[in-house]
C-alpha cells in the first residue's frame, strides 16, 4: 500500500480510527491523508451564509486537522509522509472527488457511539461510503488497535466467486503479514446451498490454494452471530466482506447482534468491492 485515507469527524472514535490508519501506514510505510468534510450551515432565512463563514469553518477545519497530523508527527518514527484533506462537502462527495483524483489504496472510517449505531451503520455515511465508493474500505471498531494481522477471515456466499473474490488484495494481506487465511461460510439446514456451491467453492479455492486456506463451514440461524462467536474463539484479527446487494453487508449489519459484532469486538471490517 502506498496512500491511505483517514477520515475524521474529530470525535474520539474517529481518533481510534486515525490511530489505526497511522500504525498501519508506518506498517507499510505508506503516505497517510487525514480527511475532513465539513458543511457550512444554510440559514432559514433567505440570506445566504456569507463569505466569513465559509473562511472560519475551513480554518477550524485546517486547525483541527493540523493539530492532529502534529500530534502523529510526533511518534512519526518510520518518518512517514502525512498530509491533510478538507472540503466544504458531504464526506461522501468529499471522499469522491479525492480518491477520484488520488487514487489510494485504502480509506479508513471509524463509527459513532452506542446509541447512533442504526444510524451510522444502516442508511448513513459509513453504509454509502462502502456501497458507492469502489476502494477498499475499513471500517474500525471503538475499541480496535492494529498490531498484524496473524489471522485473517474472509466471509463467503459461494457465489459467483471468480467475478467477486477481491484475490489480489487477499493474496496481498495473507503474504504481507505471514498471516492465517480462514474463509468462513454460514448456512442453517442446507437453505444456502445450492446446485452451483459445491463447484463454486472447487473454483475458489483453485483462486487461493496457494495461500492454503482453512475452510470453516459454520452451522447458525443468525450469520452475524455465528461469524462473532468464530472470530472471538479464533482470535481473527481482520475480516474481509463483499458489500453485494441485499447479501452479506446488509445482513451483516442488521439485527439484534449489531452492537456486539462492531462495538464490542476487536475486529475490523475491510469491504471490498466486486473485482
Do not use: W
Not at 442508511?123 to 456501497?131: L, Q, W
Not at 446451498?193 to 463447484?199: A, I, L
Not at 495461500?211 to 468464530?230: A, R, S, V
Request: glycine content about 2%; proline content about 5%; aromatic content about 10%.
Amino acid at each position: 500500500m502506498k496512500k491511505i485515507v483517514a477520515c475524521t469527524d474529530f470525535s474520539a472514535n474517529a481518533t481510534v480510527a486515525i490511530d489505526y490508519a497511522f500504525a498501519l501506514a508506518n506498517y507499510y510505510k505508506a503516505e497517510l491523508v487525514l480527511l475532513h468534510s465539513y458543511l457550512v450551515p444554510v440559514p432559514v432565512s433567505e440570506v445566504p451564509p456569507s463569505t466569513e463563514m465559509f473562511e472560519q469553518a475551513k480554518k477550524e477545519s485546517e486547525d483541527y486537522l493540523e493539530k492532529i497530523k502534529a500530534d502523529l508527527q510526533a511518534k512519526n518514527k518510520e518518518g512517514i509522509f502525512i498530509s491533510t484533506y478538507t472540503e466544504n462537502e458531504n464526506l461522501l462527495l468529499c471522499l469522491e472527488e479525492f480518491c477520484k483524483n488520488n487514487n489510494p489504496d485504502l480509506v479508513v472510517v471509524g463509527t459513532r457511539g452506542h446509541r447512533d449505531i442504526v444510524d451510522v451503520l444502516v442508511g448513513s455515511n459509513t453504509t454509502k461510503i462502502v456501497n458507492r465508493l469502489f476502494y477498499p474500505v475499513l471500517i474500525v471498531p471503538a475499541n480496535a488497535a492494529f498490531d498484524s494481522f496473524s489471522k485473517i477471515g474472509f466471509a463467503c456466499d459461494f457465489e459467483n466467486v471468480v467475478k467477486t473474490t477481491p484475490v489480489d488484495l487477499i493474496k496481498k494481506l495473507v503474504v504481507d503479514f505471514n498471516a492465517q487465511l480462514y474463509v468462513l461460510n454460514v448456512d442453517y439446514q442446507n437453505k444456502q446451498f445450492t446446485p452451483q456451491t459445491p463447484e463454486e467453492s472447487m473454483m475458489l479455492d483453485h483462486l487461493l490454494f496457494k495461500l492454503k486456506p482453512h475452510y470453516q463451514f459454520l452451522e447458525g440461524k443468525d450469520m452475524p452471530e455465528t461469524i462473532d462467536d468464530y472470530a472471538r474463539k479464533n482470535n481473527l484479527d481482520l475480516l474481509i466482506t463483499i458489500p453485494k446487494k441485499h447479501n452479506f453487508f446488509e445482513r451483516f449489519f442488521k439485527g439484534t447482534h449489531t452492537n456486539k459484532l462492531v462495538y464490542h469486538t476487536h475486529i475490523p471490517l475491510l469491504c471490498v468491492h466486486e473485482k
